[in-house]
């Protein structure tokens, strides 16, 4: 399974991001699609996730701001974050988990979301 994410970038605070990531390979399927967050010098924490069945969980920041999303029939799933702060600025990682004899998570490779004051 190969994971890819795309989006990013430098914004001014206020502005809004879309974050991609799509899952290919053969033959498995998704239980679920996340998207996480790591700030320089903090721990890696969840932002959002999505199951199978369209249920989704927000952490308290991402309430109200933040959308997570997904195309089940393209194994895509998205993050559209609207009025960033500065304190959102990190590395975003989406992730997933994969059932194929079993489960297993893969990570994107991370992009830089920077948005200045």
């Known amino acids: 399974v190969h994971v890819v994410e795309s989006g990013g970038g430098l914004v001014q605070a206020g502005d809004s991001l879309r974050l991609s990531c799509t899952a290919s390979?053969?033959?498995?399927?998704?239980?679920?699609m996340g998207w996480y967050r790591q700030a320089p010098g903090k721990q890696r924490e969840l932002v959002a996730e999505i199951t199978d069945t369209g249920k989704i969980n927000y952490v308290d920041f991402a309430k109200g701001r933040f959308t997570i999303s997904r195309d089940g029939a393209k194994y895509t799933w998205y993050l559209q974050m609207n009025d960033l702060k500065p304190g959102d600025t990190a590395d975003y990682y989406c992730?997933?988990?994969?059932?194929?004899?079993?489960?297993?998570?893969?990570w994107g490779q991370g992009n830089r979301v920077t948005a200045s004051a």
């Open positions: 390979g053969s033959d498995f399927s998704i239980n679920s």
């Open positions: 992730n997933v988990e994969i059932w194929h004899e079993g489960s297993d998570y893969y």
